[in-house]
């Protein structure tokens, strides 16, 4: 298996510029988890996550997800993905799929939602989702509302959701608060987002 993340991380780290089909991206996702990865035609791609250190070595948690973006047309965009991921010590794994889409005929009006089905070694069968809406009122910069309970960590959580979305170039910014739907504003949470590609 570590042989097998090995080759994954170094083709996603490797840059093909030598192909001009061939970009990388590279980001983190929910404050805890770093990715790297390569992509071929704005379509067809592989992603390697890891958690950032904040525990030791042997509790960090290691993803290999490939995925495909995909243009219907008529302003209908959309990701699909599959992933299977595990802690290094091997404590539990977890293997999903995940299908976003987004309608943005708009830039003042856009409607977006996941859906996420996966499997948890602990937790057994889970679904995860969200639905929003979003409007960029100023050129770069968008605000979005919605409700949402894919799991920021394992376990699917129920929670409201706002925030900002900041496209500049390549590169794609999204600071979010959420809050518990059975109330309990202490529980909220600010997480962050960003991605950039080099094409």
């Not at 992509?39 to 904040?54: C, L, W």
């Not at 600071?175 to 504003?185: A, I, R």
Request: hydrophobic letters at 40%; one cysteine or more; charged letters at 20%.
């Amino acid at each position: 298996m570590r042989k097998v993340l090995w080759i994954a991380l170094l083709l996603c780290c490797v840059n093909l510029s030598a192909n001009e089909s061939f970009s990388y991206l590279l980001g983190m996702r929910n404050n805890h988890y770093v990715f790297v990865g390569v992509e071929y035609a704005s379509r067809f791609g592989i992603a390697v996550e890891n958690s950032v250190f904040t525990q030791g070595m042997e509790k960090q948690y290691v993803r290999v997800e490939p995925f495909y973006r995909w243009n219907l047309g008529e302003g209908l965009v959309g990701n699909y993905a599959l992933y299977a991921g595990m802690r290094y010590d091997q404590d539990y794994y977890d293997v999903g799929a995940r299908l976003d889409v987004l309608w943005q005929s708009y830039r003042y009006l856009q409607v977006g939602g996941t859906l996420m089905p996966f499997y948890d070694s602990s937790l057994k069968g889970l679904v995860g989702y969200q639905a929003y809406v979003q409007s960029f009122l100023l050129k770069e910069i968008g605000v979005f509302v919605g409700a949402k309970n894919l799991p920021d960590f394992r376990n699917v959580e129920r929670r409201y959701m706002a925030g900002l979305e900041i496209e500049s170039g390549n590169l794609i910014v999204r600071p979010e608060l959420s809050f518990p739907m059975n109330g309990g504003t202490h529980l909220s949470r600010v997480s962050l987002f960003f991605v950039y590609r080099s094409l």
